[in-house]
């Protein structure tokens, strides 16, 4: 995506620019799952998610946050040099090179001074995205996972010369290396210089005229490798960590990027997650909300008893602390709530229902609330 038509990082997240760490991952979250390319299938939402995962991984990094306020999109660029050129545009040369004091006014206003961009520079490699699946328990307690990773690595034929077995890249005869040329013309009796890109080697300083046969003079190739990734304990549906290094190969000596691999959670049968904390229902009889009773309560670590109260009703809400999921990076954990469904039974057999209904009368004055409805129900309808 082009950085003339990319979206503003904090527009794309949709949080103001004095946003806080947690307001930032809030809306972070709450987009990840709503274009995840797994649940959304509209035709743009691929692209969404892969937009909002950049804008996170700039605005969650204090570093990359403080570049990308103070100097937009070039700030985060792998290969933004602040003290550079300010004068790339034109063909990397000054054009005010051939005015003597003006180079240097210029220079200072743009906060730097002039400096070479010879094809040789080292280049940290571009991060690269993939995505793991894993159980809602495998997300909860964290798990290895080995996976398959296609990235650009230094050709290991050439070493990341590009140059075949027995030969090495020449000096390119007209830049001399710097991989820029210089050119002096005329203009109304003034002088005037200026720096370009060099034609012969293409800015890269040096030519290579045997180039390895299999990266083809690049010193790069694309592989799958497989790689051993520990996913962190308490990670979202959504969320994406970090594996330094791990990324495209650099440029001539440069670092390699990042790998940043993106967690799919499969939903549970039994529970579901709100951040940290773990939600299910549990299903009870008419008998044991009435009487109370010691029930089986199923949790991330396994069944826990918990004893329901006499006259438990429907929908009532219990917790369970500490029996959630951790939160990332800390040994803590969130609670468990667990909602109590009363069930209703079905297909009652003729004496059964003739039971109930006596059961019914009989306890009438037991059932405040149902009494409490007819009295208003008589007092407003007659």
Do not use: W
């Amino acid at each position: 995506m082009a950085n003339e038509n990319k979206r503003d990082y904090y527009e794309v997240l949709g949080v103001e620019k004095n946003a806080a760490e947690d307001q930032i991952k809030k809306a972070f979250r709450k987009l990840a799952a709503k274009y995840h390319p797994d649940v959304n299938h509209e035709a743009d939402a691929e692209e969404k998610f892969k937009e909002i995962n950049e804008a996170y991984e700039v605005l969650s990094d204090p570093d990359k946050r403080a570049r990308y306020d103070q100097y937009g999109f070039a700030g985060v660029d792998p290969n933004f040099n602040p003290g550079g050129n300010p004068f790339e545009g034109f063909g990397g040369g000054n054009p005010f090179e051939g005015f003597g004091g003006f180079g240097d006014i210029f220079g200072d206003f743009f906060g730097g001074a002039r400096s070479s961009r010879g094809g040789t520079r080292a280049a940290r490699g571009e991060n690269i995205v993939t995505q793991v699946e894993v159980s809602f328990e495998e997300a909860a307690f964290g798990t290895k996972r080995e996976i398959n990773v296609s990235r650009i690595e230094t050709c290991d034929q050439c070493s990341g010369s590009g140059c075949a077995a027995g030969s090495q890249p020449e000096t390119c005869p007209q830049c001399h290396g710097s991989g820029q040329v210089r050119t002096t013309q005329s203009f109304m009796g003034m002088t005037m210089q200026s720096t370009t890109v060099c034609p012969t080697c293409g800015g890269k300083g040096k030519l290579i005229r045997n180039p390895c046969s299999r990266c083809k003079g690049k010193g790069r190739i694309k592989r799958s490798h497989k790689l051993k990734v520990e996913i962190p304990a308490g990670i979202d549906n959504g969320q994406a960590f970090r594996v330094s290094g791990q990324g495209n190969a650099g440029a001539n000596g440069g670092p390699s990027g990042d790998l940043m691999v993106t967690v799919r959670i499969r939903p549970h049968e039994l529970f579901t997650r709100e951040g940290s904390n773990v939600y299910c229902e549990m299903p009870i009889s008419f008998a044991q909300a009435a009487c109370g009773a010691e029930i089986e309560v199923p949790t991330l670590d396994g069944k826990v008893r918990y004893n329901v109260p006499e006259g438990t009703q429907t929908g009532t809400v219990f917790r369970l602390k500490g029996k959630g999921i951790p939160y990332v990076g800390y040994k803590n954990r969130g609670d468990q709530y667990v909602t109590v469904v009363v069930e209703t039974p079905t297909k009652l057999t003729q004496q059964q229902k003739d039971l109930l209904r006596q059961f019914d009368t009989a306890t009438e004055k037991a059932q405040p609330k149902k009494k409490s409805f007819f009295e208003k129900l008589k007092r407003n309808f007659g």
